[in-house]
């Protein structure tokens, strides 16, 4: 739905993916909230479990997930990335998603896609949203890091619903 902007921008905030991922499928661990020298955030409030990302408060969200992919030699695929939305607190279903297209050249590659999506949220209790990775080869993975920010996900609430 289409709403009326009527305030300014409450919380933002940044989370990272601190390990590398090697298989298809939700991400699940190794998310935390962004930490290192010099990362900032306004009212962080995003809570995480299991994967499972819930909003603070209501209203018109931005949320941007940042994937970086590396290709090890000898494969050559591509791999998709998306964010799903649940309404119920049970099914998702994506609602946005991005591919990767990871060539083979001599040597390792490693490629960066930005994909994000506006979010009206009016039930902080049934509506939340994961991230989820698919079609990766096993000699790839989705880069994550302990000290710095490689795969991240961005949440900005822009405004009132």
């Known amino acids: 739905p289409t709403s009326n902007y009527t305030s300014g921008i409450t919380v933002a905030e940044q989370w990272r993916l601190t390990a590398n991922k090697t298989s298809s499928g939700d991400i699940t661990s190794n998310l935390a909230r962004e930490s290192a020298s010099a990362?900032?955030?306004i009212n962080a409030g995003v809570t995480e479990s299991s994967g499972i990302f819930t909003f603070p408060s209501t209203?018109?969200?931005?949320?941007?997930?940042?994937?970086?992919?590396?290709?090890?030699?000898g494969s050559d695929d591509q791999a998709r990335f998306s964010i799903s939305y649940?309404?119920?607190?049970s099914s998702y279903s994506n609602v946005v998603r991005g591919f990767s297209g990871l060539t083979d050249p001599p040597n390792e590659f490693a490629q960066t896609d930005n994909i994000e999506y506006m979010f009206d949220i009016t039930d902080t209790s049934n509506q939340k949203i994961k991230f989820n990775i698919a079609e990766?080869?096993?000699?790839n993975r989705l880069m994550g890091g302990s000290s710095?920010?490689?795969?991240g996900?961005?949440?900005?609430r822009l405004g009132d619903t």
Request: glycine share 8%; no cysteine; charged share 20%.
């Open 39 to 41: 990362s900032g955030n």
């Open 59 to 73: 209203g018109i969200w931005l949320v941007r997930f940042t994937a970086v992919f590396e290709e090890g030699t």
């Open 86 to 89: 649940t309404s119920d607190n």
């Open 136 to 139: 990766m080869n096993t000699n």
């Open 148 to 151: 710095e920010r490689f795969t």
């Open 153 to 156: 996900f961005t949440f900005i």
